[in-house]
């Protein structure tokens, strides 16, 4: 009786809150500070807190109001990059980078299968990827909406996806490394794409025996050059440079005062080689510190052009030696097993997360300068001199339990991801950051508890030279009891987390469930600095090119199929409702090669083209042309049809494929 | 100033209202029923109207709460199934099935590569697919939560997922059909799987000119045989019946009263073959009817049985003639091209959408059968008994521009999608659903626009013997405007209706973007009819068998490596965090057959297993046993290592692949 009470005196509230504010129920548009009755009957059948309402109107997007931020998050396993709006946590699309995705036409017979080639791994398909850290292209240090990249643990290959039509432009393979981790970092005018190394292999990935580790293996850090004005990485001026087979991890290009610089964490200056006696997991982390990797590239780019690099495999190289020798490669002790290095929005410190030490270690790029000016370092076995930590360190702050990445926002706060203690902890920069918080400098602000087992964290813009606040997003690794039970096979948890207000009043907001590969790291965009197209700039438009393709059909009236031996070239249009021609008929064995033309302009007019039992589908967006080769192996009558529902006749949008025997 | 004035008194009166309420900011759990100064300032800032606020209340589910539905979508052409949480509109999983899933390690180097090999066509992999219609099994009519199956429209195939662990067990292709489009239509007790034809083809897709279309094209309906105890589709006893090349499209087992029939629609009567003059948009609508396809399965059974059907490539078929002579196979008229076919829960009546006409029509089983029983039909020209509509039809209701397809809900009204108005249109059920709603029977309460073009609809348990209500959800085509721009191809939208109260009170909840294919179906399933394991029910299972593997390694102590000549036999174990061994060397052109152990029985401790260079990645949930298989012919070093973010320690869990050239 008395429950039955008190909901009738919140519907009553409720009701005397809608008069007095004047929203009432079901008047679209207008602006209402209260719940209506029907509101709060939701509210309190659902059992939603204070809290929970809160985060509700902070992250529901209306039906036509769009995400005024973009998530270029990558898709792990899955080998894809997933891009997904932000506050409203839902995924707009999965970019088909590594893997063949059929729905985007990608791998299925189009111009994708010739990107997807560039992967190869020594001539063979490789047709998964590991997609790790993305990195979107930057002017000035701060994010320009043109490209983002991404890279292939797996099998250490880098890739180019433009942002106009957020498509795969270009795949490479790494010629001389088998993995990677430190993924696509971009420095600051995108001038390179920064692929660093992970488990040390020998060079090329040729063979050699664990017991000659020390001697034959070694880590590798690659620059691909990026040609901004063709959109593809030009391997003939990147270049690569040896380093000693440290498990070089994570890296960050410097920026502002450090630019020139990139600075990358390394895991198993033990040597290790496993076996068991003991595992890897012992082995590499018995020593107190590895090495934080100092390089110049600017330096490094010097003497490229001076001659002083070697080829190897259609890549540049610079040995260990001249490295060390010339003033490209320094090290600096860093906490035990660390995994991110993470340059602040000013270009002033790198931080580092100790994973093994509840620490994250903050250096000073003038401290290490200095220090390198002051010369007479010492040097590790291979030869690079290493600047003593108490003259590179700034600061060290007490965090928590498996400090992983950080990440920065406007307010002069850092965010690290503290994986074993399953939050993020934010904290106060020290120095210029100093006089943006109410804090002192170099301290722990605030843990805020993440479900569960945080890797990466985000933030918009959060790594660029200038970041801009609001949100943070957890990417958790475990989520157990968050979401409906589906199986042994469970989703990670991106959390999104409110950084708006100061001091300790974080909060999370959201869980989004990714029930589809464990995505690594993320970068979140202003949605207002991407220009994507609607539709293709013009009619026979080859997106793989970025240019009209000779051989597209501009008009229904060009249309035909030429047989020239047993070579059968089709012309074909597409457009509401109907392929011309509908019919193609061709003999067994003939070698074909189909042109398909979009004539839409009309943004959204996608359509797909199936053909049964040939392994073939194509997404042919709005002025696309697309163009299909193979050989009728299989006679019989197939048919192709449309894909994507483009009208209400999109179900006799098809022709017939007939193979005479 | 004015503005500034009335935020102030809105600030205060939300003060006030928590006051009043106890609901103070902050206070995680508390229910509140107004809203806190910061949401009511977020709101402000955010432009909210008061339904934008019911509609976030409704939709937002907090950490930890899980969604009461899950909803099985198609994942169009990219092959897979979507598993969505209702009503939070969250991607739990997506179920590789037609395509190869990298992440799930389903179809690079596991079981799920003998999986996808059931998919291929005369002998040649096929490796996507055009996942349309999803059928959850039923018991008595009602979903049961044990299995999924979905077609593939592309190549007339079948898959199987079992929802103990979301995964799928089971691909057939059709030895007699190259495409299909009516899917996986349940009979009610699961003891078929009905697979409807789309565009005729010759029988077994054999060549014929398309001149001799009448004579030697065909449909088909195949009813598969589904051995619910082995999980798996039985060939053995499913058959198939062949049919005019009428093109069949969408179907609906009858249910209760109409147990034993299965009602499909048609839509190219005319038996047009396009050529663009006229094409075909324009040949298969000439008729102002098509013809509803009524099949006595339980009849076909027997006919089966009595040895009146031959076997044609390995499938039992009864002909046409047959069909047409032993009562099987029935028609009456439908207004032209329709989509949907629907049975109402209690299987009285079959709705019938018209896509170019206005209307819906509403079948009467009863008459159906009185008119079969009063005999004296006229039959169409391959003979078939043809009952005019006027004695089958119970109503006709007219909705507005492109019906196509039609769910149920409990209080007796039906939704059907209007694709050309892009609306959902609510309408009373007449005859026994009359009583349940305040309205007539057959008529139309309500059209709620959606944006935009909506195909398939789907509402909990909508199609089932006893729908659920609550919830319906638009499968919209196009959505242009509705998302922030990411280049031509643009995701679909599925849009959450509010369908809770009578009369004309349904509501868009949610627009949720679909950026990755174009989903065509969705059953939406009672969370807690669902059993999944949470981790495989003993170490050393197969996912595949569903029985402990006979080489699974069952403690660490058993890891070995076994040489026999050239073939190298690995037995690994795999927990927190490293392999067991940790080292292979093999020969170049040895030929490997790596078995791998979880050892893990805590849930969501899932390790993943890339083999760099190799096309090679499983997903070993706990308890999982994988085997791969394969010749080592790139020599090299290559690692191995976990791509699940395990642990602390997960960058350690590798191991090195040693191939001596």
Redesign the interface.
Known sequence: MKKLISVGI??L??VL??V??G??????????????V???A???A???????????????????K??PY?MIAS?????QVL?I?IPS??????IGVF??????GYG?GGSGDEILAGGK??G???????THHPGLSETNGVYDGQFAFIND????RVAVID?????TKQILKNPNA??D?GGAFVTPNTEYVIEGP??A??IG??????DQYKDK?RGLITFWAFDRMKGRFDQSKSFQIELPPY?Q?LCDAGKKVSEGWVFCNS?NTELA????NP???AG??KNDTDYLHIINYKKAEEIVRAGKAKQLNGMMMIDLKTAAAEGILFFSPEPK?P?GSDVTPGGEYIVVGG??DPHVTVYSFEKIQNAIQAGGLKTDEYGVPVIPLDKAMEAQIELGL?PLHTVFDDKGYAYTSL??DSAVARWSLGGPYEKKHPEPGWKLVQKLPV?Y?I?HITAVEGDTAEPGGQFVVALN???????????????QNF?LVDISKTGDQMK?L?????????P?YAEIIK?DR?K?????PQVGWNAETMSVDPKATLKEADAKVVRNGNQVEIFMTVIR??Y????V?IKKGDHVIWHLTSLERT??A?H?F?L????I?L?I????TETIEFDA???????Y?C????S??H??????F????
């Open positions: 919140l519907l509230i409720g809150f809608i007095a504010c929203g009432a129920p079901g008047t679209g548009g207008t602006p209402a500070a209260g719940l209506t029907d509101a709060a939701v509210v309190q659902r059992g939603l807190s204070s809290d929970d309402i809160y985060a509700a109107v902070k992250t529901y997007t209306p039906s036509g769009t995400d973009i898709g792990g396993q899955s080998g891009v709006g946590m839902r995924i707009l699309k999965v893997t063949p995705e059929p729905w985007q299925f791994v020594n063979k398909d490789v047709l998964w990827g590991d643990k797996a099998n250490a942002l106009r039509d957020f498509s088998i993995n981790h992970q488990y292999a020998p990935y040729e063979y050699a025996a664990l293996y498990w991890d895991f080689i496993g076996g068991n595992s890897f997991e590499t982390t097993s995994h994973k093994l498996g994986f074993l479900q087992n890797g690794k475990w989520s157990i009891d968050r979401f409906a039970n589906i199986g042994p096979l469970m989703p959390q999370v959201y869980d989004m469930p990714i029930g589809m590969a464990e690594h949605a991407l994507p197209w609607q539709v293709y409702s109907h011309m021609p509908e019919k008929e943004p959204d996608t797909g199936a049964s039992g040939y392994n589908n997404s967006e709005p002025g696309k192996t299989l006679p019989g009558t197939f048919t049809y894909t994507e529902f483009c209400a006749l179900l006799e949008m098809l022709g017939y007939l193979v005479q025997p």
